[in-house]
């Protein structure tokens, strides 16, 4: 597939036919994103691959935790701005776009509720791939080098036909993961991506996310 293309037509998929990956698919996915640049080749990046049994216990366990109250938490956080800024106002135009697709009302909290543990399913994905680092690295040390990885994993994948969503929401419930997938302390747990076969007639995956303008945040000097 052409690269440019490739990193054009990705976008977050919400909702994935049951069909199973291969696993010599995924090992292949990894392997290639595996290439990715880091700090000083460090590679801090792990991967524990999540399916069939183990995904369904965790996918048991997020919804129980959510069906019970329990706060959400993760070990890295990736939400951290003011509801006066532009970045809450791009979250609500996202949030809305997404509802308007799946005929969501602003105050129907049962269909949002369901929109929710979704969520925490991983959209149906086969697979969940959980990214972790060790906990001897400083909690941003690996951030960067684990983005790059990340992008890697979900381009690689549309060469197989596979769509992803990258997904804060599948690390929020720490303790599940951690005893259904076995993910040690040792490991930060810093995000999930749901994995399989698109279902394009599921409503959210016809979602065309904007971008700004390049010219609102690019700043060229000397050129
Ligand atoms: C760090 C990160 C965390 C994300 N977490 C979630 C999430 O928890 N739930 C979700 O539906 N999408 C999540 N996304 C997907 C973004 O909403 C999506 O990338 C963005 O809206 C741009 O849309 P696109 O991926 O379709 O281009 C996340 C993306 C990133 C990069």
Redesign the pocket.
Known sequence: MDLIQAIQT?????GYKPDPVPKEILREILEIAGRAPSAMNTQPWEFFVLGGEVLKKVVGGNVRNMKAGVLPKGEHS?VGWTVDSVYRTRQVE?AKE?FRLMDIERGDNDKRGEWMER?FRF?DAPVAIILTADKSLAESTPLIDV?IV?QNI?LAALNFGLGT??????V?YPDVLRQYADIPDSKRLL??IALGYPDWDFPANQ???SRVPLDSNTYWRGL
């Open positions: 990705r976008k977050s998929i919400r990736v996202l997404l969520g959209f983005g990340i979900c969503c990258i997904e804060d929401q599948g929020l995000m999930a979602i065309q996310s």
